[in-house]
């Protein structure tokens, strides 16, 4: 008997209904993450094999619907109806199953296999409330499966049933509507094919269209769907069908059908969902004070001084032990060399620049694992969702949606996915001024540059020196988005705000479920707020190893090469090699910018070829510095005192550290950062101006800072 053919499984879900832990939990880290092409939405891709069944898993973008308005929305819908998808398995948050059938019912629509995954069961469970595993599935004819990826349980059962689903069988459908309503006169029952079945109007218009879209030659798979799509009036399919059905058509249905929708999911959910107010929910209570509409601010900087706190704490603990072992291996490495009679130019290229270089960032690991680790904590937990809502109201006024802060929050951990994110924004002023901001976000490639001169000239106060950054970079971004949204509207006069309010936006959006599914004429920030839950060890595993990973491979790899170019152009001079680091080709660089960056309080030829190389990478910076100043290990305690002295020595301050920071905090940011902002924006004149305004910004409040810095010191 032959091996059977691969099933290919997508899964799609909500935002935040544990779609990616439960694809992690059958994939674990063997996964690969493409972009469809040209497009950069992610989707990620896994193999699994279950018994005799070869499954290829393909984790979708989230999405609320399929109404193609947003790229998520726009390309998922295409993916299905395009690609060889056997099975489609809708993951959906069961403790918020009334918010999750919406999307569950178009996927239904789609006529491809579905198969329902009831996540969070153990939520639903601790809430007191029970959801009848019988009865839902007779209502949406589709196999419900309940689990919980958090906790590992259920997950061959479903994968078993995908196995043995994807060929669609007739489902017996079992409606029980109220007595008053009219009957069907309809001349088939559509009660026993569908399991969304709309009033006489609506399904007599889809029989209507699909004897039309039949008599015409059209080919589909489900004219059914076609002919919702055409009710709708969704431009892609009219685009598609390409005939006149304005006879049929005289307007747009899709707020009708919507709402019917709805009233559907009202009635499954008085006939399946049981306890559903027994137990008061922790969020709600939790809510009261981080979405506050006052403290919702002020609690959010406290929690990130808390993970900063963490970093530094936790992180120099850790350090320490890296910097014992790096100062050990780099005294074995040179003395081994040494003992077989090595050229010193050779010894001093390994020793002094790449172990000096790569060790020295190596050191900072522990710092960036307990940013990733504290950032993944509390997007997993569901705390990073209500960051935009409580700044929605705030950056509205200031010309952006609330939206636009998401990839701001995501920048603190890096501006490549930052900018990315972007997309999620609709309007394309929106996502232009959201992408020249958001590099701004101070990204963990800075955190070794804070760390070390906040260590080396603020003594106990480095925590505060090191998490001012951080606001410096949050007021810069947001100061730049007013400005450019000013400019924009050319009047001067206040903007107004297409957001809806903090202070609204949530009830609004808890109390009218409806509005939440259809696109709104003015744009307003309806956005998922999940129930609070225990962060999954696996999925937060995972992602910090990503995160961590991408550290490493980076430091194998720009941080490797640039060390050994920074240490060739320190060595070498028109003249072949040098010994005195001031006649070498990097000192003949450096100085050329002296006389612009003196002004700053940073014109040491040194720190502006430091300042060249971070444009490869953040974390060059303290590479190369260390290398530029001679220093085995600038991260450790010796290495900072032998630095501290020499930059003293040099007239460099606290003053001279901290503008320095500011500079590395809103300078032109790595190549990979640009070469995502060209791709993004696509446009070359958009991407020169990004990078020409940072510099500038950079320099000016860098100048500001030493400037006003010396009048008081």
Request: proline share 3%.
């Amino acid at each position: 008997m032959g091996q059977e053919k691969e099933l290919q499984v997508g899964f799609v879900g909500n935002p935040n209904c544990g779609k990616t832990t439960l694809f992690n939990a059958y994939t674990g880290a063997r996964l690969k993450v493409a972009n469809w092409p040209g497009v950069t939405v992610e989707k990620k891709e896994g193999a699994l094999k279950y018994h005799k069944h070869q499954f290829k898993l393909v984790d979708l973008p989230g999405i609320y619907s399929l109404t193609s308005y947003t790229m998520e929305e726009k390309l998922t819908r295409q993916f299905i109806l395009d690609s060889e998808v056997d099975v489609i398995v809708d993951v959906a948050d069961a403790s918020a199953l009334e918010r999750n059938l919406y999307l569950t019912l178009q996927l239904i629509e789609l006529g491809k296999p579905v198969v329902l995954a009831l996540n969070m069961m153990d939520i639903v469970q601790e809430r007191g409330m029970e959801i009848d595993l019988h009865r839902l599935p007779e209502m949406l004819g589709i196999p419900c499966i309940p689990v919980s990826a958090r906790k590992r349980s259920g997950l061959q059962i479903l994968i078993h049933t995908v196995a043995h689903h994807q060929e669609k069988r007739k489902a017996i459908f079992e409606h029980q509507h109220p007595e008053q309503e009219k009957p069907s006169h309809h001349r088939h029952n559509h009660h026993e094919e569908f399991a969304m079945v709309y009033d006489d109007v609506i399904e007599d218009k889809i029989d209507e269209l699909t004897e039309r879209m039949r008599a015409a030659g059209f080919k589909s798979p489900n004219y059914r769907w076609h002919a919702l799509k055409l009710l709708e009036q969704d431009e892609e399919i009219m685009g598609q069908v390409g005939m006149d059905f304005t006879d049929i058509v005289d307007r747009s249905y899709e707020t009708d059908i919507i709402n019917e929708k709805y009233d559907f999911i009202e009635e499954i959910i008085e006939e399946c969902l049981v306890n559903k107010q027994t137990k008061a929910a922790f969020t709600d209570r939790v809510d009261r004070l981080l979405t506050h509409r006052y403290l919702g601010l002020p609690m959010f900087l406290c929690i990130m001084a808390a993970v900063f706190f963490l970093t530094f704490f936790i992180g120099d603990w850790l350090k320490g032990y890296f910097e014992n072992f790096l100062e050990w291996f780099s005294g074995v490495v040179s003395g081994g060399l040494s003992g077989i009679k090595v050229n010193a130019a050779l010894i001093s290229l390994i020793v002094d620049g790449i172990i000096s270089g790569v060790g020295g960032i190596l050191t900072f690991l522990p710092n960036i694992f307990i940013l990733f680790l504290a950032l993944a904590f509390l997007e997993d937990s569901g705390y990073m969702s209500r960051v935009a809502y409580v700044m929605d109201g705030l950056m509205g006024k200031l010309g952006l949606s609330g939206r636009a802060f998401i990839p701001m929050v995501l920048g603190f951990g890096c501006s490549v996915p930052a900018v990315m994110a972007s997309r999620a924004l609709e309007d394309p002023s929106d996502r232009r001024r959201t992408i020249f901001v958001t590099p701004f976000m101070s990204c963990s490639a800075k955190l070794p540059v804070y760390v070390l001169f906040s260590e080396m000239f603020f003594g106990k106060n480095a925590i505060f020196a090191a998490f001012s950054m951080y606001l410096i970079g949050m007021v810069i971004g947001v100061a730049t988005a007013f400005v450019m949204s000013r400019m924009r509207r050319g009047d001067g006069a206040e903007p107004e705000s297409d957001n809806v309010g903090a202070g609204g936006a949530k009830t609004a959006c808890a109390s009218c479920k409806r509005t939440c599914a259809r696109r709104e004429t003015q744009n307003p920030l309806l956005i998922e707020l999940p129930e609070y839950k225990t962060p999954n060890a696996r999925t937060i595993a995972i992602y910090v190893w990503e995160k961590v990973k991408d550290y490493l491979t980076k430091a194998g790899t720009t941080i490797f090469i640039a060390s050994i170019l920074v240490w060739f152009i320190l060595n070498f001079g028109p003249a072949g090699l040098v010994k005195d680091m001031g006649e070498s080709f990097g000192a003949m660089i450096g100085k050329t910018l002296t006389p612009v960056l003196a002004t700053a309080g940073i014109g040491l030829w040194q720190i502006a070829l430091a300042l060249i190389s971070g444009l490869a990478a953040k974390e060059v910076v303290v590479s190369s510095i260390s290398v530029l100043f001679g220093i085995g290990n600038a991260s450790s305690s010796a290495g900072m005192a032998e630095l501290s002295a020499i930059l003293a020595g040099l007239g460099f301050s606290a003053l001279n550290a901290y503008a320095l920071m500011v500079f590395v905090l809103l300078y032109t940011p790595c190549v990979a950062t640009i070469a995502v902002i060209r791709r993004e924006l696509k446009s070359v004149k958009w991407t020169v101006a990004t990078v020409l305004y940072q510099l500038f910004i950079a320099w000016f409040m860098a100048t500001l800072v030493y400037q006003a810095g010396r009048l008081f010191m």
